[in-house]
């Protein structure tokens, strides 16, 4: 075990959480703990959008240089009064609570050596059960580059065509610690994971504050919805062995045809159980949560983006709680910071990108400052708006007509304004939108028929503790003149969506609803029904359009890289709904609502839990069910994890695997790791399917016999995985197949035509281009191998040489 490593990748952290701690505090100085559990992601930010910029030019020391002293000089000026330095004093001008920065850092702390400890039992960045080729060979390229962005790896000569930010952040932070890409790998998944819970743990922990819950609780909370609890599978197969054995197999046919399971793996019991199936449960797609994809090991976008993703969530909660008169840090806070973040985030995991400008939108929509006030010459407008009210509406301005007249103006102005936060974050992602984020991909928004949707039994088990959890918590405090009513028509409204095949109106939109009406109507209720708001509209959507492309049939993907933000969202959001719900509204310390059961004071209308006997128990009693289900697949998931140490011991080397699992190909990937400079290798192309060796099987994409040499070593290849049929089109990847196969292939005069034109320098035959070709020859002493261990075979082409040689045959 690397312990040493583990130091130095503390010791950076503990700098950086040094840095941030003023840039967050002049970003919350309004919040509880003064965003403490936020300076790791704002510190990273810093560093890595200088970096990205310069790296247009040149990428490497330069672009690094850039981005740490940026990071330096934000720092000092954040934390120095600067009207006292131009006096010639030297003081701080930002308060840092100190013992909101120990609980972060403890949390923090906590997080890196969970995840430390989870990869150096399964390290490995084997392409089985993920995308850790694509991963790591993003790490490689970057390392090789000298500009961004970096040569595609699977596309050799062209640009990669993929978000790339948070590999860009792991690279800055493995030269800063001198590491190796094959250690980075892990202990960068492990600071984004502690990142992420801390980040949680912060936002909660503030906005608890706000609901007069303690931060710890509130915080501590979250930690465990965002970072350790699962959705209600796991535990939902071991309540249905429970039933009695004439009940037991009817119930798990029934839950088997509307999810993603079998009948007899619902019943296989603790002794079948494997982290892999909690997150297939939605037939046609994939609904990770974050304990899962840590466990799972990719260094993937939709992980790597949820402290920046929280950030951003944090920024909003700042404007939430800037008066109107600071017009001024209003208009920085929504024309400046929403815009650099969302535009970083493009860079970082694209999936992402409209969701950040969605909280600026939503943070605007419902702080009590007017939208409008933010943007300069809108008087006239806003005058037309009331007039055109007044108009509509009863004169005394109190009716209903009046109230949705002036919701629907300041949803209006709140879009206008991130409007013009989506442009001027175009304009800061313009390398990445312009460049990156273009190409001949096969992409398209598709309406989303019924029979694709999620059912309302397999949307309960994925979200369910979140529905029932963050809706008892806002029924709790919105206060309506029949509370039963109101149950009656959320019910209606299931069985509705259930009847028509829109299980959303069930689970999500009742959600979407309860919290914009409660931000509206109730004192009792705060930013926290901002983070429900939008991961229910998340949920919404994502049964209503998805984006079809090449990286999973139908809405996999699309559910897939949406689910990952709804969890961040709903997970914080939990910090402050449970021990809210179990507190009561007496933890506020609002009198009235305390009395009343929830709301705002206004004693005209009572809400449902005011309304239910025994509530102090029966929510305590909530609150551990629901803690107790979500635990059930982390007891099981980690316990698993850590019996399977690799043969050496624990380690955090993510190629050591190739060593003892692939001995007669590790030699040569060495070799080719070793090369200077970005050369172009040839390897055969990572098709889905081909004929796999003397038993006729076929071999999958994601599987070792796919373009190992290029995605160990960043090494370009003329034509990788399939997935770049997503970057480049159908048509332009598979020329480049067929290139390929007619240099392994074909007559003399082809093959230098197209060595030339790819610049290949190197050509790899081992296994998989023997089962996709048979035997390899070349018969050109142009084309000679340099290079031969175990069932490998390297080539070097000698460019000029083959040149010459065509043109002599010809």
Known sequence: ????????????????????????????????????????????????VPAYWVGQLTWGPLALAAGALTLLVASATAAL?????????????????????????????????????????????HPG????????????????????????????????KYYYGGHLTTTLLAWLTGTPPRF????????????????AFELAASIGADRGLPRRLAGGVAVFFVGLASNLVTAGRFALLALPESL?????????????????????????????????????????FPLFAWLNGDLHAHMMGTPTLLLAAAVGYAYYRTPARERGRRRALAFLVVPLLAAWQA??????????????????????????????GTAGLRSRLRRFSGRIAPADGDGPTAAATAESSRIFGSLVVAGVAAVVAGVLAAPFLLGTATGGGERSIELLGPEMRSGLGALLLVHGAFVVGLGGYL???????????????????????????????????????VAWVGLRTSRSIGYEAVLVVAGAGLVTLVELVYVNEQAGPGRMNTVFKTYAQIWAFWGTAMGVALPGLVLGPWATGDRDAA?????????????????????????????????????????????????????????????????TDHPEQAAAIDWVDDLEGRPTILEAPGTTTYPGGTDGRERAMYSWNANPASSLTGVPTVAGWRHEIGYRGREAYFDRVRDVDTIYTGNASARAALLYEYQVQYIWVGPNERARYGSVSFGSEAIEAVHRSGDVTIYEVALGELRRESSDAA
């Open 248 to 288: 037991r197999r009817s119930a798990a046919t029934y839950v088997a045809a509307r999810t993603d399971y079998t009948a007899e793996r619902i019943l296989a019991g603790a002794d079948s159980f494997s982290y892999w199936n909690a997150s297939r449960v939605i037939p046609g797609t994939i609904n990770e």
């Open 347 to 376: 860079v970082q995991n694209t999936w992402s990108f409209p969701s950040v400008l969605a909280l600026g939108w939503l943070a605007v929509t419902f702080a009590p400052a007017d939208p409008w006030t933010l943007l300069p």
């Open 81 to 125: 009064d600067l009207t006292a330095l131009r006096d010639g004093r030297v003081r701080l001008g930002v308060d840092i609570d100190r013992n909101a920065a120990s609980d972060a850092a403890a949390i923090f702390l906590l997080g890196f050596v969970f995840v430390v400890a989870l990869r150096a039992f399964d390290p490995a960045v």
């Open 129 to 160: 059960g993920g995308e850790k080729f694509l991963d790591f060979g993003l790490l490689k390229t970057l390392q090789r580059s000298a500009v961004l962005p970096p040569e595609d790896f699977w596309f050799a000569n062209a640009p990669v």
């Open 1 to 48: 075990m690397e312990y040493a490593l583990v130091a130095r990748w503390l010791v950076l952290y503990a700098a950086l959480f040094a840095l941030g701690l003023p840039l967050v505090a002049r970003l919350l100085p309004r919040a509880s703990g003064r965003g403490a559990g936020l300076a790791v992601p704002a510190a990273l930010v810093v560093l890595s």
């Open 184 to 199: 980075a790998y892990n202990l960068a998944l492990a600071g984004f994971y502690a990142a992420f819970v801390t980040a």
């Open 475 to 513: 029924l709790s405090r919105l206060r309506v003149a029949r509370p039963w009513l109101l149950a009656a028509g959320l019910l209606a409204a299931g069985y509705v969506g259930h009847s028509i095949g829109f299980a959303a109106l069930a689970v999500s939109v009742p959600l979407l609803v």
């Open 595 to 659: 009395r009343d059961g929830g709301g705002d004071g206004d004693t005209s209308g009572s809400t449902l839990w005011s309304q239910i006997p025994w509530r102090r128990v029966g929510t305590i009693g909530l609150a551990v069910a629901l803690v107790t289900s979500t635990s059930v697949y982390g007891v099981l998931a980690v316990g698993a994890h850590v019996e399977r140490a690799p043969a050496g011991g624990p380690t955090l080397d993510a190629t050591q695997f190739v060593e």
